[in-house]
């Protein structure tokens, strides 16, 4: 159902792609997702992209809902199944513009599969993860991007595993665009969102950001305010470095910027192109 | 093949599967043909990342199709739930092996009715047919696009391995002698469209991702609006819909094919590739003079539920061969409410019935019934 816009002239602009009805949301004081969702919302309306021909595939979590505030066509999906839902999507139907917006959780743990196929495939989507590095909805248990030694519910003494690089696997995948951003950084990080929804191909935009409530509080991270501090603090901008630089782990800054902004065949651009591609690699035997 | 074909007829134009014996074939067949329609066939990386993409893809406005085996169906029920509290139309194949687990993965079993019934968590009405040729799994299919298109839910193909390798001559008529269906979506202005808002029919009418609605489609219990809501009231409106938009329309879904009802004694109650054998079986004792009819059920889900109640008044007994330990006869045995014998004939798959063993089976049956008059 599409929203009735008033014409109150006390709107604010961003409102248009916003679900009035739906505010209050069910976010926490001081969570960085509003930052994200908003900044997705700057760069979707510099875009000038028809709002009728975009649509948003989230998951589950507490990033996973930002579809149902977004006022365009949103598909809110199963745990960890966005990224195949926008495939099929995506496919039957080029002329959309559809992006992924999603946590760490979904993104990368459950659903981890299908970001590294559909980066391989090149599928012309822009998947923006929030990253608050622990499952928010369900009260804080361990994720994929979980630094060592955090404590979480379910990692009480503290987290043995080594986290997830996103840039890097990205990169790895074949991503097309890759960028890492600070949800405090509004600015640079709308500016990136819109580079990857101009870009063809699969664009990918980590957003870190801060849980308080369930992250924060067990980690003893302070407020939301002091954790999005603490996060600048110990974060660098490094545009164009090698993604493998990018691991977070104690004791080295979290670097942030632009890894890699390059170009190549989309899926269905590779599709048309098949069979001239087969001659090349595997020409026919002769006599 | 006769699956893919009638896909096609049916105007399937995207296809996202994952290999897996006995289905693959399905897949090969829709790789090589959906390209010269215009169509798009993916592989993808799992059955899970499968059915969502045909889910997906039927949101973009296309009809979609995905088909696989055991252990790619279990991997698919979650996303089928999603299916159906969406109100999404597609296919889903399901050519049936052996189980548990691996199991027989090149041999013929039904194990997975009831998976197809509850294999999704909650409560929820699906429709799933059943073929017992190739013949069949060319107009089954294009069948089940229609009554997905119709019901707005993904319909579930029930065939088994030994229908899906079955070869021979299967005719396609001419396409404008072939019924399809397409969806229909909304006339409304978007300012006072509610999606899940429905007229008697129960039948939401839903447009396509891209036609300026802006819709939101979830997952999550949700209103006329298709608003997530958490409540007993919004949950028990929609749970109930989601059930008596099928069960309302059980009449137009429900198929099946009788031989010999009237006068029957015993019912042989069939599907898939049990149907051969059991009209062989139905041929040879009805030559010995014995009173044997035959229900081939066309629609497994919903339940022949009237009519084997009313069978049951008519016949002694009804004997049910399956390639699994007893799933619709058990099905058949709450129908029937104690008034006729429910016979099962077991199989654990692996192969399928002898016509020898269905006609013992019938056989075993009155000799049963004639002992229970005896007692009375």
Redesign the interface.
Known sequence: ????TNADSYRHPKDELL?G??IPHIWCPGCGIGSALSAAISSLQKTGID???M?V?SGIGCTGRV??YL????????H??A???????????P??KVFVFSGDGDLFSIGG??F??AARRNIDLTIICVNNMNYGMTGGQVSANTPMGARTTTTPYGNSEVPLNLPSLAAACGAVYVARWLSLDVRRLAQSIQEALEKPGLSFVEVIAPCPTAYGRRNRLGSALEMIKLYRENSVIRNGVHPDETVIQEGKKMVLGKFIDTQRPTFLES?SGVSELRETMWPRKSG | MACAEGALAAGCRFFGGYPITPATEVAERMAGRLPAVGGIFIQMEDEIASIAAVLGAAWGGAKAMTSTSGPGFSLMMENLGLGIITETPCVIVNIQRGGPSTGLPTLCSQGDMMQARWGSHGHYEVIAISPSSPQEMFDFTIRAFNLAETFRIPVLVMADEVVGHTVERVTIPSAEAIEVIDRKTPTEAPETYFPYKTDKSLIPVLPNAGDGYRLHITGLTHDERGFPMTDAETQEKLVKRLIQKIQKNKKRIIDYETHFLNGAEIILVTYGSSVRPALKAMRSLREAGIKVGLLKLNTIWPFAEDLIRKLATQAKAFVVPEVNFGQIALEVERCAAGKAITKLIPHAGGGIHTPLQIATGVEETLRKVASNRKKR
Do not use: C, W
């Not at chain 1, 006022?71 to 199963?78: I, P």
């Open positions: 159902m599409r929203e009735k679900r009805s739906r709002y009728d021909q649509t595939v579809a149902g006022n365009l066509d949103s598909f809110h999906t199963t960890g199944r990224i195949p839902f926008a495939t099929g999507l995506k496919l039957v139907k002329q959309l599969n299908h590294i196929h599709l």
